[in-house]
């Protein structure tokens, strides 16, 4: 018997078969519409005749032959699937006729032989097919697999796979069944909404371009790259028909975020009388290329702080990033000087720091970056007094100028997802850095710095996550005592002061190595979210000369994102020396 190699039913084909049967058989019996008075089958080896007959429910028995219904009998058994061709034909019996449909079976089953991809593994589809070899073939069996195998490919593994032709598989003599896949590539890239941003700021985050088959894993991947650039609000990604064959258009909708910023400030110190004023501004979109410019301009009657960073992610086509950092600082603070004083004592001192910070990074697999630093700083105590004295009278003043230069190399994976430019949703970031002081940088201390920081980000509802940050450093060598580590602060313990002589207690925490852990519960209002409270706990050790001091705080606070001013965090901490402190900055804690 020779099997039909294509299985899409001919309906037309079947009905005209079936008339010409019907017609060749009434002069026999000589009725126009016979009764039925059989139904049976015929050509069946592997099926059983039950099966067949139990599809067969327009036809009935005792009836007239109606040719309407016996077609749709014959589509019946068709869609059991196990069949190549169904044809009828009708004897005479008694005084009507018996109905007989004549079925080609499909060969035995053997194998599924996949052609055509090329990135996605076929092997991969195979556990899909369920039927067992030594089966008759059943199409619609092998259609639901197929089916559940493309759907596997696109939900799981983010392929798009469809049949490349209508007729889309074959089956030999064998039972070999031959079906030619084809993975979609990607038509033409359409990015709307861009007003500011030049279109190549977008493109040359993306990986695949025109051409390339469509991996939706990788190109999800790529939307948090856009998102991590912090300049857009929110990304609609989509795909659409394209006019070219076996394609998709990719569609990138972008809403542009706010990435100016400015601060202007005067304050005045009611217990001294001093009065200072800040005015900063930074831009992360500079002339809609990506690239990041921000200056800072803090003075007060004893103190000056001017800080110019520029930072430009793509220098070239190989990813190489570049920053610069230039600053100069006036102020006053307080020092051991036990670099350069042989005596105990407190001493207040008036500083000048002056540097400059150049780096260059390239990004070396998928989401992790490699930078280097090198860092020129020149460092002038123009006087110092022991604390509690006056100034000119106490102690002679005299200039102690020096160089503390370095050299760091830094890696960093960011994983972060972000859902507008400045809520984390999930994801994770992980950041080592070591750096060099020494003499043969110029430099006139010679110490080493070891960091390792990671954050860990898990959204709970859409609008509350939770955020962790573990973080430590280890410092080594000879070094400046204003250098030493330091636990407190706006972004360490926060419900420590900023000024580590501050009192007993803020002295506690100086030392050569800390660990710190910050933990936050962040609630983003969902009617308005550029408002968002949190709950926070910090707690860090420090250690210094083998002694060891655990400290933390807790506390609540909230985040606003004001136009033009970006945001401000305000954060009330209680610590657990029964000190409370109101902490105000223009960024996030981590």
């Avoid at 039909?4 to 049967?21: E, M």
């Avoid at 650039?229 to 258009?249: V, Y």
């Avoid at 970056?369 to 006087?383: D, P, Q, Y």
């Avoid at 972060?416 to 999930?426: D, P, T």
Wanted: glycine share 8%; charged share 25%.
């Amino acid at each position: 018997m020779k099997f039909l190699q294509r299985f899409k039913f001919n309906l037309l084909a079947v009905t005209v078969v079936f008339f010409v049967l019907l017609i060749s058989s009434f002069p026999v019996i000589g009725e126009v519409n016979p009764d039925v008075l059989l139904i049976d089958v015929e050509g069946n080896q592997q099926i059983p005749d039950e099966k067949i007959l139990g599809v067969i429910s327009n036809t009935k028995v005792g009836q007239p032959l109606n040719p309407q219904l016996v077609q749709q009998d014959m589509q019946a058994i068709m869609a059991l699937g196990f069949f190549a061709d169904i044809q009828v034909k009708t004897d005479k019996f008694f005084d009507g006729i018996k109905l007989v449909f004549v079925v080609i079976e499909n060969p035995r089953f053997q194998e599924v032989r996949i052609k055509g991809l090329t990135k996605f593994n076929p092997d991969e589809l195979k556990p899909f097919f369920t039927q067992k070899p030594g089966e008759v073939f059943n199409v619609v069996t092998f259609r639901n697999d197929l089916s559940k195998a493309l759907k596997y490919c696109q939900e799981e593994k983010g392929f798009f796979i469809e049949p490349k032709a209508t007729n889309n598989f074959r089956i030999t003599e064998d039972g070999i069944v031959e079906i030619e896949l084809v993975e979609l590539v990607i038509g033409k890239i359409k990015i709307t909404g861009l007003e500011k941003t030049k279109e190549f700021v977008v493109l040359r985050e993306l990986t695949l371009k025109e051409g390339d088959v469509i991996d939706y894993n990788q190109l999800r991947e790529e939307y948090w790259n856009i998102m991590r650039l912090r300049l857009f609000e929110t990304i609609d990604l989509k795909f659409e028909k394209s006019s070219i064959p076996n394609a998709l258009d990719l569609v990138l909708s972008l809403k542009e975020a706010r990435t100016g910023s400015g601060s202007l400030g005067i304050s005045f110190a009611e217990s001294t009388g001093e009065v200072g004023g800040l005015l900063g501004f930074k831009e992360s979109n500079l002339m809609g290329l990506g690239q990041e410019l921000s200056l800072d301009i803090n003075l007060s009657e004893n103190s000056k702080n001017i800080r110019f960073s520029f930072y430009e992610p793509w220098l070239d086509d190989n990813r190489t990033s570049f920053g610069l950092s230039m600053w100069n600082s006036d102020s006053s603070m307080t020092s051991t000087m036990k670099s350069w004083l042989n005596q105990d004592g407190m001493y207040e001192i008036d500083l000048t720091r002056t540097g400059l910070s150049l780096s260059f990074g390239r990004m070396f697999w998928k989401d992790t970056a490699a930078r280097v630093r090198f860092r020129f700083e020149e460092n002038i105590i123009h006087n110092y007094w022991l604390d509690g004295t006056d100034k000119p009278e106490h102690n002679k003043p005299e200039q102690i100028d020096f160089w503390n230069n370095s050299a760091g190399i830094e890696i960093d994976r960011n994983k972060l997802k972000r859902e507008g430019r400045n809520f984390v949703v999930g994801g994770y970031q992980l950041t080592g850095s070591y750096t060099v002081f020494g003499e043969y940088l110029g430099g006139d201390y010679n110490y080493n710095e070891l960091m390792l920081e990671g954050k860990w980000f898990h959204s709970l509802t859409p609008n509350l996550v939770i955020g962790t940050r573990l973080r430590g450093e280890y410092l080594t060598g000879d070094y400046p005592d204003y250098e030493e580590l330091y636990l407190g602060g706006m972004y360490k313990l926060r419900g420590y002061d900023e000024r580590r002589f501050d009192d007993e207690n803020t002295r506690k925490l100086i030392g050569s190595s800390y660990l710190l852990s910050n933990t936050e519960l962040r609630y983003r209002l969902p009617s308005n979210k550029n408002l968002e409270f949190v709950l926070f706990y910090d707690v860090g050790q420090i250690n210094n000369s083998g002694d060891s001091l655990v400290r933390s705080d807790y506390g609540v606070g909230f985040r606003i994102d004001i136009p033009f001013f970006g945001l401000i965090r305000v954060d009330n901490a209680w610590n657990e020396d029964g000190d409370s402190r109101l902490v105000i900055s223009m960024s996030e804690m981590f």
